[in-house]
């Protein structure tokens, strides 16, 4: 029996923060499936360190998913968008008890929240009615622990801003991955430590080790291929949220 789903052949795929990560690893498996994908990031160094690691089957662009005009212009020149992802950090991960946390620090934590959102109000009237719109927000979203409060109230609220987007820009589809910890940049600057630390976090969880970056790409490819599936969550985790 065929699986039913969309086929990403020939379809248009935007991919905000899709430079390193999560979101380039969902750019680079869209593409493999013949989409039409194009993907941007601020930096120019992961601009070019993605360039290298494509190739030509993915058009990059700079672009900051807090710049109005940039993201207008953007989704103005695709003509028409099928599948509008944004991975896009695009916030501080602020790690500290809440009450120690200045008024600043929280809020930038939210700056991941207020992109997605510039992403939905600028990109919705691009996006096919039998398309969809995916964001990334994050075990934390779910998982309480100190220290993340911030991530949690940040993760939270990416969560429901998809469910209130689904209901209110159906029929396009509105969905959102939650990762647990996946093996990307955002733990670099552990250095050294890094494997380490990693398997100190992973050990409760039910598969105890580190997530690859194409084990949620393919959470985003379902959802963009899933014609029925919207206002939903898909955890991809290790079973952090059961440890
Ligand atoms: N890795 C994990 O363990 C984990 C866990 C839970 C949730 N997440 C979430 O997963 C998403 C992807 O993270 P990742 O781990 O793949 O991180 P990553 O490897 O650091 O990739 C982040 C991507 O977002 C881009 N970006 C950041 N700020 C941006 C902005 N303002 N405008 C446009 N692009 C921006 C980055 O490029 P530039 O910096 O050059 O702009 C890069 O392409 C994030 O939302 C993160 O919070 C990750």
Request: glycine share 14%; hydrophobic share 40%.
């Amino acid at each position: 029996m065929q699986v039913p789903g969309n086929a990403l052949e020939g379809k248009n795929v935007v991919v905000i923060g899709g430079t390193s990560g999560i979101g380039l690893a969902t750019a680079m498996t869209a593409a493999g499936l013949g989409a039409r994908v194009t993907a941007g990031g601020r930096s120019e160094e992961h601009l070019e360190k993605a360039r290298q690691q494509a190739g030509s089957d993915i058009q990059f662009v700079q672009i900051d998913t807090h710049d109005d005009q940039g993201l207008e212009k953007l989704f103005s020149s695709i003509g028409g968008i099928d599948h509008l992802v944004s991975a896009a950090t695009g916030g501080s991960r602020t790690l500290k008890p809440l009450v120690e946390q200045s008024e600043e620090e929280f809020q930038a934590a939210f700056g991941k929240l207020w992109g997605y959102a510039k992403v939905a109000r600028l990109g919705a009237k691009h996006v096919a009615d039998d398309g969809s719109i995916t964001f990334v927000s994050g075990a934390p979203a779910r998982k309480f622990r100190p220290n993340m409060g911030a991530l949690s109230c940040v993760g939270g609220a990416v969560e429901n801003l998809v469910r209130c987007l689904a209901k209110e820009l159906a029929p396009v589809r509105v969905n959102v991955v939650s990762p647990g910890i996946i093996d990307t940049a955002l733990f670099d600057w552990m250095g050294d430590e890094k494997s380490e630390r990693v398997a100190q976090m992973t050990k409760g969880q039910l598969i105890p080790r580190i997530g690859r970056p194409e084990e949620v790409a393919s959470a985003l490819i379902y959802l963009m291929q899933n014609g029925y599936a919207t206002g939903t969550t898909v955890d991809v985790d290790g079973g952090q949220l059961l440890g």
